[in-house]
Structure formats: C-alpha cells, structure tokens
C-alpha cells in the first residue's frame, strides 16, 4: 500500500490554470506507473493520465493537449498542470499508484466555473 496525498485542487475561472500535487509516502522511481483520474459530480470516475517509471506519459482525450503529467523523484511527487480549464473539468481528482496493488489518493476538489 502506497500511502497518496492530494493538494492543489480550487475554484477557478474557466480558461485558467491549476496544478494538483500528489505526494507518495516512498519512492515514486519504483512505482511501476502513476496516474490521475477525476470523478466529476453524478459520473463514473474517468482516466485523465498517467506516468511511467519509464517516463512514458498517456492522457484522455478530453484533456490531451491542455494537462500535462510530470514527477518530481526528489519530492516522491507527481504533479497534473492544467492549462485552459473548462467547466467540464470540474470534478474531485484521485492520484492512483499502481505497484502490487491500486494505491488511492483521497482526492481534491477541482471547480471551473463560467
């Protein structure tokens, strides 16, 4: 079990910027992959991207081109930056760690208002 932290999450303006930041209780370099996923209100919870060991990234299509996974091995951190948000967008973010079994953050609350 890899114990997940979530921060970052907020209200914002549709067209702006947030950063979410997960932090994981050991070292992410041996984790084989990390991702995020959101839940938005009265839906089924969704894959938004995930991140490698290897460095390999992957996004859904709804977000491809506007978020952008990154890590910080240093920190034990990944990281979602999320550039042009739309209202769409609005959900609680989980981080996930995928190692022997599926780590779970606790969420964060993202709002997009218009």
């Known amino acids: 079990q890899v114990q997940l932290v979530e921060s970052g999450g907020g209200l914002v303006q549709a067209g702006g910027s947030l950063r979410l930041s997960c932090a994981a209780s050991?070292?992410?370099?041996?984790?084989?992959?990390m991702l995020w996923y959101r839940q938005p209100p009265g839906k089924q919870r969704e894959f938004v991207a995930r991140?490698?060991?290897?460095?390999?990234?992957n996004y859904a299509d709804s977000v491809k081109g506007r978020f952008t996974i990154s890590r910080d091995n240093a920190k034990n951190t990944i990281y979602l930056q999320m550039n042009s948000l739309k209202p769409e967008d609005t959900a609680v973010y989980y981080c996930?760690?995928?190692?022997?079994?599926?780590?779970w953050g606790q969420g964060t609350q993202v709002t997009v208002s218009s």
């Open positions: 991140l490698t060991s290897g460095g390999s990234t």
């Open positions: 050991g070292s992410i370099a041996s984790i084989n992959r």
């Open positions: 996930a760690a995928d190692t022997y079994l599926r780590s």
